[in-house]
């Protein structure tokens, strides 16, 4: 299958958008597309997220659209019944993980511990998102799974770092060679998204998508 790494590998930035108006949904992603970020993540935290995936997907075929907090059996399939191309989850069990793999999309299952990591490619997985990034050990604790000289303790496995990162801390991220992407929420202000100031969003996507330059087989 392929990884939600391969699906843009150009954007070293995954934007986690959190929808209260699907009405929003589509001038959003055409911001974050426009400014470089095609990867986009809907977490499925408010009412409107699924008439949100299905506007963007609809909407913003340029758009890479996929669904986060996904945390049943029953949110993988609503995800993808309304157009997700990828899924992401906090953390998972056995049958979340069959639902997931079940679904035909790429999917990124939530890990925090050695262990967890170690369970997942067991199971043949090596796509995971870290997290809560920052609050789990951050830059080092990745760094020391992927060694100091290749390969590490876990060489075949490759992350995405989400919860807590930061414009200042991403690049640190995206320099280890375990991580394939981060995500994050800094180029979605609060008061930017209040305002539908798209244009901003746009600016702050295109210094987020500048963090790292494209890196071929990534």
């Known amino acids: 299958m392929t990884s939600v790494f391969d699906l843009a590998p150009e954007a070293p930035v995954v934007p986690v958008v959190v929808i209260e108006d699907a009405a929003d949904a589509v001038p959003l992603a055409r911001a974050l597309v426009a400014g470089g970020l095609p990867l986009i993540e809907v977490t499925l935290r408010t ?3 699924l008439d949100a995936l299905r506007a963007i997907a609809d909407g913003v075929p340029e758009a890479v659209v996929g669904a986060g907090t996904v945390v049943s059996a029953a949110g993988v399939a609503d995800a993808v019944g309304a157009g997700a191309r990828f899924l992401v989850s906090p953390g998972w ?3 979340l993980l069959g639902a997931m793999r079940e679904s035909g999309v790429p999917f990124l299952p939530g890990v925090s511990t050695v262990s967890e990591v170690v369970a997942l490619l067991e199971q043949g997985v090596d796509a995971m ?4 990034a920052e609050a789990a050990g ?3 604790y990745l760094k020391s799974l992927a060694g100091t000289l290749p390969p590490g303790p876990l060489p075949r496995a490759r992350f995405c770092p989400t919860g807590g990162v930061s414009a200042a801390s991403a690049p640190a991220y995206l320099a280890l060679p375990n991580v394939g992407c981060v995500g994050g929420t800094w180029m979605l202000p609060p008061d930017a998204l209040a305002a539908r100031d798209w244009a901003r969003v746009q600016s702050l996507a295109r210094g987020a998508a500048a963090l790292r330059a494209p890196v071929s087989g990534r």
Not at 129 to 132: A, S
């Open 138 to 140: 951050g830059v080092p």
């Open 93 to 95: 069990t056995g049958r």
């Open 129 to 132: 998102k870290f997290f809560p």
């Open 47 to 49: 009412p409107a997220a």
